[in-house]
C-alpha cells in the first residue's frame, strides 16, 4: 500500500524549467542611406555599344567589354519640387533615398514587367548615359544594348526603340532576355535556362545557342511577391507588433533566413516540434527605444508602500460597508420570500397564481428555485465575512435598537441606524460561524471516512478520483466551449441566448419586486410597442441568462480539480505530472505560441520580447511557392511541374526530341537569378528531376558563377561580337520599315506578338 512518503507531491504551478542557453537574437537590417549621390564615370568611348540591364528591381550600365558594371542602382525615381532651387528636380537611384522629402514621391516605371511610366524611364536612361561619361551634345553615339523580359509585348520593345532613336539620337540597338545572356557567359550551348529574378521565373530550353521561344513558359513569382507574402504574413501574425516592418527588412529576412526545402511535406509537419523549432526558430527584434525605468530611493518605496496599504484599507472598508449592506437586502428578500412561500400552502390555486403573478414569478417552482438561489447566496456572502472585526466572541452593545424613535434626537436615530445595521451584520456572521462549524465537522467527517476507504482499497478509491477528475475536467471545457460560442452571433447557443432574452422580455410583464410595466411606457427608440427597460426591474432578465458564465464558478472547478490532481499525484504511480491540467494546457503543447511566440515562454511586460519576431515556418514556406503556387493561392504550375512537361511533352521532334530521349537538353540545367540563390535550391530541383526523369537519364544542374552579375556581363560579352554586330538595327532601318522591323538574334529578339 502506498503512504503518505511514498511519493512527493510535486508543484503544479511551478514545473521545473530546463536551463537552456539564451537565443542568438537577429537585428533587423534597416535601409543605410547613402552618404554621396552617385559618382560620375569616365569609362565611355566613342562607338562602343552600352550595355543596360534595365531590371525591376536594379538597373545596372557600363560599357561593352568591360568586366563589370559602371553604375548599379535601384531602378526608381523621383520628381521633386525643390523650394530653395525654385526648380523641379529629377533624382533617380540612390539618390532619390538621400532625402526623406525626395523619397516620398518615389516611383518604379513598372507595373510587373511591363513598363507603365515612360517619363522615369526616360530619367534612368539619361542617369545612365551622364553617369557613364557621355560627353556628346543632345545625342549618344554609341550603340545600346537592352535587356527585356521574356515574351515582350511589341509596345513596349517598339517603345523603348523609340525612346533611343528620337530622344538620344542613337545610331543603332538591339534587345535580348537577361537569362539567355547569363546562360552564353557562363558557356552554354545547349541546355534548359531557369532565371528566376525579381519579378517572375523563366524557363526557357536552348538547342544548339538557339532559344525554342514558342515552348518557353514564365511563373509569375519570385524576388517581389515573396517579399510580398512574407510581409502580408508577418502582418497576419503580428497584428498589434508596435514597430513598422518596412519592405527592406523584409527582403533581407527573405534573403538571410529563408530556404528551399528537400521534403517539404516532411519538414513542415514536424517544424514546430519543439526540439526542431530551438534549432531552426529565427528570433528578429526590431530597432526601438528602450525606456529606462528610474529606479526609486528606499524612502519612496516605503512612502508608496505606506499609500497602498492605506488606500486597500479605506477600499477593504468601503467594499464591507457595500457587502453589509447588499446582506442585509439580501436577508430580507429571504425573509419575505420565505414567509410567501409559507402564505401560498394555506391559499387557493387562484391566489396562489395572482400573488405570484404579483410577485413577478410564473409559477412555485420559479419562486422555490429563486429562494434557492438566494440562500446560496448568503452562505457565501456570511462566509465572506466571518471572523472580520470579530475579535471576541461577546456581542456588542447596541443600546439604541428597542427604543422608539420618537424618544430620540436626531443624532440618535443616525445611530440607531448604524447599529441596526452593525447588529445585523453581527448576526449574519454568527450564523455564518455556526454553519462554518458544522460544515467543517462535516467535512472531518467525509475526510475520515475517504481516509478508511483508501486504506482498505486503495484500487477503487484511485478509480473513482479518476472518474470525478474526468467529469469535472469535462464540465470545464463545456463552459468553457460555451462561452466561446457566445461570442460567436453566429453560432448556435448565441442564437439561442438572444431567443431567450426576446422571449423573456415579451412574456414578462413584471419584475421581481411586483411593479408592473406599462404600455405607456416610452423606449429608447421611442417605440410604444416596446416597453422592455423601462423598468429598472427588466434588466434582472440578463442576470438569469448570464448564469451559465459566472467566472465564480469556473474558479470553483479548477481548484477542485487542482485538489483532485494533487491527491492522484501522491497515491496514483500512474499519474504524473504531464497528466495535470496545467500541463495540458501549458505553452510548451500550444501550437500557436509556438508559432508565434517561439520555443521559450513568453513575458509580455518584456520589453525587447514585445519587439521580436519569430521566423519558423516561414523559412521554407515562402521559397517553397515557387515548387508549389497553390500555397499562395496561385491557379499557376509550379517549377518542377513546368520543368517535366516542357522536357518531355513540349519539345519539338523536328530538333531531334522524341519520347523520353531529352538527355541533352536536361544535361545543362542552368540557373540564373537572385530568387535562385536560396540555399538547396539546386540540390531540391536535382530531386525533382530524378522523379519524373526517366531512370537511369544523366542530368546535370548549376548555377550561374554569379546569378546577380552575369546577366550584363554577358551582354557586355556579346556586344562586341560579329553576331552582335549584325543584329543591330539602325537608325534609318528603323525609319524605313517601321516600329515593327527588327533583327532576330538568339539572346531572344524575335517576334511572338
Known amino acids: 500500500m502506498t503512504t503518505d512518503t511514498d511519493k512527493e507531491t510535486p508543484d503544479l504551478h511551478d514545473a521545473a524549467q530546463e536551463v537552456l542557453a539564451p537565443r542568438k537574437v537577429y537585428k533587423m537590417k534597416d535601409y543605410v542611406e547613402p552618404k554621396q549621390t552617385e559618382p560620375f564615370k569616365h569609362d565611355w568611348r566613342n562607338g562602343v555599344p552600352i550595355v543596360i540591364d534595365l531590371g525591376r528591381h536594379t538597373t545596372r550600365v557600363g560599357m561593352a567589354g568591360m568586366k563589370d558594371p559602371s553604375s548599379v542602382f535601384p531602378s526608381i525615381t523621383s520628381h521633386y519640387k525643390d523650394k530653395k532651387l525654385k526648380r523641379a528636380l529629377n533624382m533617380v537611384g540612390n539618390d532619390v533615398l538621400i532625402d526623406s522629402g525626395v523619397k516620398s514621391n518615389m516611383k518604379n516605371p513598372f507595373d510587373g514587367s511591363i513598363i507603365t511610366n515612360?517619363?522615369?524611364?526616360?530619367?534612368?536612361?539619361?542617369?545612365?548615359?551622364?553617369?557613364?561619361?557621355?560627353?556628346?551634345?543632345?545625342?549618344?553615339?554609341?550603340?545600346?544594348?537592352?535587356?527585356?523580359?521574356?515574351?515582350?509585348?511589341?509596345?513596349?520593345?517598339?517603345?523603348?526603340?523609340?525612346?533611343?532613336?528620337e530622344t538620344y539620337s542613337v545610331p543603332k540597338c538591339t534587345f535580348g532576355v537577361d537569362s539567355l545572356f547569363s546562360f552564353y557567359y557562363n558557356g552554354g550551348h545547349t541546355g534548359l535556362v531557369i532565371g528566376s529574378g525579381y519579378n517572375s521565373t523563366k524557363l526557357i530550353p536552348v538547342v544548339g545557342g538557339k532559344p525554342i521561344l514558342d515552348v518557353s513558359k514564365r511563373i509569375d513569382w519570385a524576388g517581389r511577391q515573396a517579399v510580398e507574402y512574407l510581409s502580408s504574413s508577418l502582418q497576419l501574425k503580428y497584428p498589434y507588433f508596435p514597430s513598422r516592418i518596412n519592405d527592406f527588412q523584409v527582403e533581407n529576412m527573405v534573403k538571410d533566413f529563408c530556404y528551399v526545402s528537400n521534403d517539404y511535406q516532411h519538414e513542415v509537419s514536424h517544424y514546430l516540434d519543439l526540439d526542431n523549432l530551438e534549432k531552426k526558430d529565427i528570433t528578429l527584434e526590431a530597432p526601438f527605444n528602450e525606456i529606462v525605468k528610474q529606479e526609486k530611493t528606499e524612502e519612496?518605496?516605503?512612502?508608496?508602500?505606506?499609500?497602498?496599504?492605506?488606500?486597500?484599507?479605506?477600499?477593504?472598508?468601503?467594499?464591507?460597508?457595500?457587502?453589509?449592506?447588499?446582506?442585509?437586502?439580501?436577508?430580507?428578500?429571504?425573509?419575505?420570500?420565505?414567509?410567501?412561500?409559507?402564505?401560498?400552502?394555506?391559499?387557493?390555486?387562484k391566489e396562489v397564481v395572482s400573488t405570484l403573478r404579483e410577485a413577478g414569478f410564473d409559477d412555485d417552482k420559479d419562486l422555490h428555485n429563486y429562494i434557492s438561489n438566494l440562500e446560496r447566496s448568503l452562505k457565501r456572502a456570511r462566509n465572506q465575512d466571518v471572523g472580520e472585526n470579530d475579535a471576541s466572541d461577546q456581542p456588542p452593545s447596541f443600546d439604541l435598537i428597542d427604543i422608539p424613535d420618537e424618544k430620540l434626537d436626531e443624532e440618535q436615530i443616525?445611530?440607531?441606524?448604524?447599529?441596526?445595521?452593525?447588529?445585523?451584520?453581527?448576526?449574519?456572521?454568527?450564523?455564518?460561524?455556526?454553519?462554518?462549524?458544522?460544515?467543517?465537522?462535516?467535512?472531518?467527517?467525509?475526510?475520515?471516512?475517504?481516509?478508511?476507504?483508501?486504506?482498505?482499497?486503495?484500487?477503487?478509491?484511485?478509480?473513482?478520483?479518476?472518474?470525478?477528475?474526468?467529469?469535472l475536467k469535462k464540465r470545464r471545457k463545456d463552459r468553457i466551449r460555451l462561452k466561446e460560442e457566445l461570442t460567436d452571433r453566429k453560432s448556435r447557443a448565441s442564437q439561442l441566448r438572444m431567443k431567450n432574452i426576446a422571449s423573456l422580455a415579451s412574456e414578462e410583464s413584471e419584475g421581481r419586486g411586483g411593479r408592473k410595466?406599462?404600455?405607456?411606457?416610452?423606449?429608447?427608440?421611442?417605440?410604444?410597442?416596446?416597453?422592455?427597460?423601462?423598468?429598472?426591474?427588466?434588466?434582472?432578465?440578463?442576470?438569469?441568462?448570464?448564469?451559465?458564465?459566472?467566472?465564480?464558478?469556473?474558479?470553483?472547478y479548477e481548484k477542485r480539480i487542482y485538489d483532485l490532481e494533487e491527491e492522484l499525484l501522491r497515491y496514483d504511480p500512474e499519474f504524473t505530472i504531464n497528466d495535470t491540467l496545467q500541463a495540458q494546457y501549458s505553452w510548451k503543447k500550444s501550437i500557436i505560441h509556438r508559432f508565434v511566440r517561439g520555443p521559450r515562454d513568453w513575458d509580455p511586460d518584456e520589453q525587447h520580447q514585445q519587439h521580436q519576431i519569430h521566423l519558423n515556418v516561414e523559412r521554407i514556406r515562402v521559397p517553397e511557392i515557387i515548387f508549389q503556387p497553390s500555397i499562395a493561392g496561385l491557379d499557376q504550375c509550379g517549377l518542377s511541374e513546368l520543368c517535366e512537361q516542357t522536357a518531355l511533352k513540349r519539345l519539338p521532334s523536328e530538333l531531334g526530341f522524341s519520347g523520353d530521349d531529352v538527355s541533352s537538353i536536361v544535361g545543362d540545367v542552368f540557373l540564373t537569378g537572385g530568387s535562385t540563390l536560396f540555399k538547396n535550391f539546386d540540390s531540391r530541383l536535382r530531386l525533382e528531376f530524378e522523379s519524373f526523369l526517366p531512370v537511369g537519364m544523366k542530368f546535370n544542374v548549376r548555377r550561374a558563377e554569379d546569378p546577380l552579375l552575369d546577366t550584363w556581363r554577358g551582354m557586355a560579352k556579346w556586344a562586341v561580337t560579329d553576331e552582335a554586330k549584325s543584329s543591330y538595327i539602325t537608325k534609318k532601318q528603323y525609319e524605313e520599315m517601321g516600329p515593327e522591323y527588327l533583327k532576330e538574334n538568339r539572346m531572344g529578339c524575335a517576334h511572338l506578338l
Open 414 to 471: 443616525k445611530e440607531k441606524r448604524k447599529q441596526r445595521l452593525m447588529k445585523a451584520g453581527y448576526d449574519a456572521r454568527q450564523r455564518a460561524k455556526k454553519e462554518k462549524e458544522i460544515a467543517r465537522k462535516t467535512a472531518e467527517e467525509a475526510a475520515k471516512k475517504d481516509e478508511e476507504w483508501r486504506k482498505s482499497d486503495l484500487s477503487s478509491w484511485i478509480a473513482a478520483r479518476r472518474k470525478r477528475l474526468r467529469i
Open 517 to 556: 410595466r406599462k404600455a405607456t411606457n416610452v423606449t429608447i427608440d421611442n417605440d410604444p410597442n416596446d416597453t422592455f427597460g423601462a423598468n429598472d426591474d427588466d434588466w434582472s432578465i440578463y442576470r438569469d441568462i448570464a448564469k451559465g458564465s459566472d467566472s465564480d464558478v469556473e474558479e470553483e
Open 118 to 165: 515612360w517619363n522615369s524611364v526616360e530619367s534612368i536612361l539619361d542617369y545612365s548615359f551622364l553617369h557613364v561619361g557621355v560627353d556628346s551634345q543632345d545625342f549618344v553615339e554609341s550603340p545600346v544594348i537592352m535587356t527585356e523580359p521574356l515574351v515582350s509585348p511589341f509596345q513596349q520593345r517598339s517603345g523603348l526603340t523609340e525612346l533611343l532613336f
Open 300 to 349: 519612496e518605496l516605503r512612502q508608496e508602500e505606506e499609500k497602498k496599504k492605506q488606500t486597500m484599507k479605506k477600499l477593504q472598508e468601503q467594499a464591507r460597508e457595500r457587502r453589509l449592506q447588499k446582506l442585509l437586502e439580501k436577508e430580507h428578500d429571504y425573509e419575505y420570500f420565505t414567509t410567501m412561500e409559507t402564505k401560498l400552502k394555506s391559499m387557493n390555486k
